[in-house]
């Protein structure tokens, strides 16, 4: 079964980055289309981010230009890269399977004003 671990989560201030990642097992990574969400308190879950096996990306209008999706096929990984963050971006974000609908634990980030 695909496993997905993320890391890179944490406590920032405003204007900071982080930089998530996810690992996933399995041996048909580069075929997957892969997302990451986030869900903040008292909102909905929403697509922050995909990047499709071929290589084409798609953001959310809240995080275009300050994030940037990627994926490394060579090892499994699929990171977010955060830039200017602000408040509204405090959530627990989740690395997804697209392909199969594989859902990571999810990771806390949090931004201070």
């Known amino acids: 079964q695909v496993q997905l671990v993320e890391s890179g989560g944490g406590l920032v201030q405003a204007g900071g980055s982080l930089r998530l990642s996810c690992v996933a097992s399995g041996r048909t990574f580069s075929s997957y289309d892969m997302g990451w969400f986030r869900q903040a308190p008292g909102k909905q879950r929403e697509l922050v981010a995909r990047?499709?096996?071929?290589?084409?990306?798609n953001y959310a209008d809240s995080v275009s230009g300050r994030f940037t999706i990627s994926r490394d096929n060579a090892k499994n990984t699929v990171a977010l890269q955060m830039n200017s963050l602000n408040p509204e971006d405090t959530a627990v974000y989740y690395c997804?399977?697209?392909?199969?609908?594989?859902w990571g634990q999810g990771i806390q980030v949090t931004v201070s004003s």
């Open positions: 990047i499709m096996s071929g290589g084409n990306t």
């Open positions: 997804v399977i697209l392909t199969m609908n594989k």
